[in-house]
């Protein structure tokens, strides 16, 4: 895989900020208590590592993220094509789907917690919801802006339903799907820590940055938090690489 040099710098920008950091707690400009050093806190996080401990909670992490990520951009998927491809759907279901839209993100953890529970269950209906939303709207709009010419083109191969879907309409969707898919998963990463925070305590990420708070043991939040801004960055380069290398291959 061919690295440039742009997509280095938000790394160069996060080695910068630990930099800026250490100087200040080498400085003594902060009080330790609040904000220990760059260097406390790796220490700690090489702890967590020794201990087993930080690879479990990134493992229970990722896979509940990818659970409920999955679950929701299949659902969405099936959904935005039915909104797209349907006239009836489209006017039954899409305004009903739009005022939903505008419910706040958390605001559906009362309704979850009570359907799902604030455990394992609830906490995959949530990130499933998060990765809904975007999926769907992406989606709905690619379908909808399919060309005349591609469904003249259909008619005239007299295509069945399952393969004007999978010849013409997702393969014109794509450009609209990928960036959905995108907008899907940083949503979905985001409500991952959310609902580790927010339900009730279990193994990953977010149960170890409560326990830091609660503990006030800052180098255990803060490496967490870390671990967090990492992750993150490598979801937002696969994501880059998966959609150039999709497009690419369609434009071929």
């Not at 999926?135 to 399952?162: F, K, N, Y």
């Amino acid at each position: 895989m061919k690295i440039h040099a742009s997509s280095l710098k938000p790394y160069a920008i996060l080695v910068g900020t630990l930099a800026v950091w250490q100087a200040a707690t080498f400085l003594e400009l902060t009080d330790p208590n609040f904000l220990p050093s760059p260097k406390a806190v790796l220490a700690r996080a090489w702890i967590e590592i020794e201990k087993g401990t930080l690879t479990a909670d990134v493992a229970a992490t990722l896979t509940r993220h990818i659970q409920g990520f999955a679950i929701g951009i299949c659902a969405a998927l099936a959904f935005g094509l039915l909104l797209g491809l349907s006239k009836l759907a489209n006017q039954l279901l899409g305004p009903l789907f739009l005022g939903f839209r505008q419910i706040a993100l958390f605001a559906w953890v009362p309704l979850l917690s009570l359907w799902f529970g604030g455990n394992e269950a609830g906490k995959i209906a949530f990130i499933a919801v998060a990765a809904f939303t975007p999926m769907v709207v992406s989606t709905w709009r690619g379908t909808r802006e399919i060309s005349p010419a591609h469904h003249e083109l259909a008619a005239v191969l007299t295509l069945g339903r399952l393969d004007y879907v999978r010849l013409i309409a997702l393969p014109s969707a794509l450009p609209q799907v990928l960036t959905g898919l995108r907008s899907a998963l940083i949503a979905s990463w985001l409500a991952t820590v959310g609902a580790e925070l927010f339900l009730n305590v279990a193994p990953g990420l977010g149960g170890r940055l409560n326990e830091g708070r609660e503990t006030f043991q800052m180098d255990l939040l803060l490496a967490m938090l870390l671990v967090l801004v990492c992750i993150g960055m490598i979801y937002q380069r696969m994501a880059d690489a998966g959609e150039m290398k999709l497009l690419k291959r369609r434009t071929a």
